[in-house]
C-alpha cells in the first residue's frame, strides 16, 4: 500500500464565504473518510492550498474530482511525492481559514500568507508548501 502526499493550490470561481466553508469542509471530512485520504485545508482571499495524503489511487482520483470542480480554477499541483508515514495521520481534513482579521493579529503573524501562492517562488520550491502545512499542523494540535 503506497502513500502518497500531493499538494496543490487553486483559486476559487468566486469567494468563499463562512458558510460555503462550512458546506466544503464537512462535504470534503465525509468524502475523505470514506477512502481513507487526510490532509490539510487552507483559504485566503479567495485561493486554497490543500495537501492530500494516502493510497495513491485514492489520493489521485480525489485530486482528479477536484481539477473537475467548478468552484475551482487555475489548479496547480506543486508536488506529489511517496511517504513512509502521513503528516496529517489524524485528520480527515483539517482546516484555516486565514482571511480572519483576528488571525492577522496573533503574535507571531507572518505575511507570508500573502504571497501569491500559485507565484513562480512557491511552484519552484514546492517543499515550502509542504513545510508550511507543518507549521499550521504543529500549531493547530
Not at 496543490?8 to 468566486?14: K, L, M, N, P, R
Not at 483576528?102 to 507571531?108: I, N, Y
Not at 513562480?120 to 513545510?131: F, G, H, S, V
Amino acid at each position: 500500500m503506497a502513500l502518497i502526499n500531493l499538494i496543490y493550490v487553486s483559486s476559487g470561481t468566486q469567494l468563499f464565504s463562512q458558510a460555503d466553508l462550512l458546506v466544503l469542509l464537512e462535504r470534503s471530512r465525509r468524502n475523505n473518510e470514506s477512502v481513507g485520504i487526510t490532509g490539510m485545508l487552507l483559504y485566503r482571499d479567495g485561493n486554497f492550498i490543500q495537501a492530500l495524503e494516502g493510497e495513491e489511487q485514492a489520493v489521485s482520483t480525489t485530486h482528479a474530482r477536484i481539477a473537475k470542480d467548478p468552484r475551482h480554477n487555475h489548479l496547480i499541483t506543486l508536488s506529489t511525492i511517496a511517504i513512509e508515514q502521513r503528516t496529517f495521520a489524524d485528520w480527515s481534513m483539517g482546516f484555516r481559514n486565514l482571511d480572519s482579521a483576528e488571525l492577522r493579529s496573533v503574535p507571531g503573524y507572518n505575511e507570508f500568507m500573502n504571497e501569491d501562492w500559485r507565484g513562480r517562488q512557491m511552484c519552484e520550491t514546492p517543499d515550502r508548501a509542504l513545510k508550511l502545512l507543518r507549521l499550521f499542523r504543529k500549531g493547530m494540535r
